[in-house]
């Protein structure tokens, strides 16, 4: 049975830039967004000013009701999400939500994931499929039930991992694509179009999937040990945030961080982990199988610089090592 797009009414549910794209392209075509849920408020920065959502800012500006629950349980926020009267709930980059939430909507709720579900399932997607080396990923849509990214699928659209591509070259680009998705599925549930899969029907035998837990920052250490297109993806896999890392260690054993965001590889051997400047423009690290030409990294206490330029700065690199593991 088809719906009309001003009788279908839609609670959204996001917090970063990301999910913003999704409720802009559903404002921009006329649906009837009549609520947005989003993080409270909080203090951010050096100077602890309060920090707004992007989706709160976007939601303000279009004169959209805005719920920041604290609690996603508790009762006062419930009465005011049923008071919304939602007939479709849509997440996007978002907590987890309460069975008392998701299940609320006469026609569910669905969530954008930044995969290909059922790979990936967890907080980290892109994150994860870069590190792995993927030259695919795409994004997908599927209802809410009681396990994490496991619910029926609605709709999957593809994209190509580019090899230079990095995390955020793939998220800006996948925000787009998972846009058009997110309007698609809404206007298929309007025309009742819609047909979902179990997501086992998507594991073809012998298919490993790989998980995407949330990134810690020992999980951003370098292993100089690892093979060098390893330490590569996972340098382009967790760039520009939360960047990857490893550390100098000069002659009295004094050590200073280094995040590393691009890196090129180069056929060229050397002792493991041994560091090589012209000490103008170019830095190198011998890894196991090549070098990496490192092209923009960060000095702990320093802000992020081309190589030239934090060469500019600091000139002699012969008198330290790296730490390689």
Same mark, same amino acid.
């Given at each position: 049975? $088809?719906?009309s797009?001003?009788d ?7 917090? @970063? ?12 075509? %006329? ?11 909080? @203090? ?6 309060i ?10 500006? =279009?004169?959209?009701? *805005?719920l920041? @629950? ?12 049923r ?5 479709? =709930?849509?997440? *996007? ?6 069975e ?7 026609? /569910? ?5 930044? $995969?290909?579900? @059922? ?10 499929? *870069?590190?792995? !080396? ?10 809410? =039930? ?18 230079n ?10 925000? *787009?694509? !998972?846009? $058009? ?5 809404v206007?298929?549930?309007?025309? !009742? ?43 382009? /896999? ?11 260690? %000069?002659? %009295? ?21 041994k560091i090589?400047?012209?000490?103008? $423009? ?12 490192? =092209?923009s ?10 190589t030239k ?17």
């Amino acid at each position: 049975m $088809s719906i009309s797009k001003n009788d279908l009414r839609i609670v959204f549910m996001g917090t @970063p830039e990301f999910a913003v794209e999704s409720l802009k392209v559903l404002v921009e075509n %006329d649906y009837n967004v009549v609520g947005v849920v989003t993080v409270a408020d909080k @203090p951010a920065g050096r100077g602890r000013k309060i920090k707004t959502s992007p989706v709160k800012d976007y939601a303000i500006e =279009q004169g959209i009701k *805005v719920l920041q @629950p604290e609690k996603l349980k508790a009762e006062s926020f419930i009465s005011e999400l049923r008071e919304l009267k939602a007939d479709l =709930q849509v997440i *996007v980059a978002f907590r987890m939500l309460p069975e008392i939430v998701w299940n609320m909507p006469r026609l /569910g709720s669905f969530n954008l994931h930044g $995969s290909l579900l @059922p790979q990936y399932r967890g907080a980290a997607p892109i994150n994860w499929a *870069v590190i792995n !080396g993927d030259k695919e990923t795409g994004v997908t849509t599927f209802f809410l =039930q009681h396990e994490i990214d496991t619910g029926n699928i609605i709709d999957q659209k593809r994209m190509p991992i580019a090899p230079n591509d990095n995390a955020g070259s793939v998220h800006d680009k996948m925000m *787009v694509l !998972g846009a $058009s998705l997110v309007l698609e599925t809404v206007s298929n549930i309007c025309a !009742g179009t819609i047909a979902t899969k179990k997501q086992d029907e998507f594991i073809a035998e012998g298919t490993v999937l790989n998980p995407a837990p949330k990134i810690f920052k020992e999980d951003c250490k370098i292993n100089w040990n690892d093979p060098i297109d390893k330490i590569h993806n996972k340098i382009r /896999g967790l760039s520009p945030y939360p960047a990857a890392w490893t550390e100098l260690v %000069d002659a %009295d054993g004094e050590k200073v961080g280094l995040k590393i965001f691009e890196t090129e590889i180069i056929e060229e051997n050397s002792t493991l982990g041994k560091i090589e400047s012209d000490g103008k $423009s170019t830095i190198t690290i011998s890894a196991n199988g090549g070098s990496l030409k490192i =092209q923009s990294l960060q000095l702990a206490g320093k802000k992020r610089m081309t190589t030239k330029e934090f060469l500019n700065g600091f000139k002699t690199l012969s008198n330290f090592s790296i730490k390689l593991d």
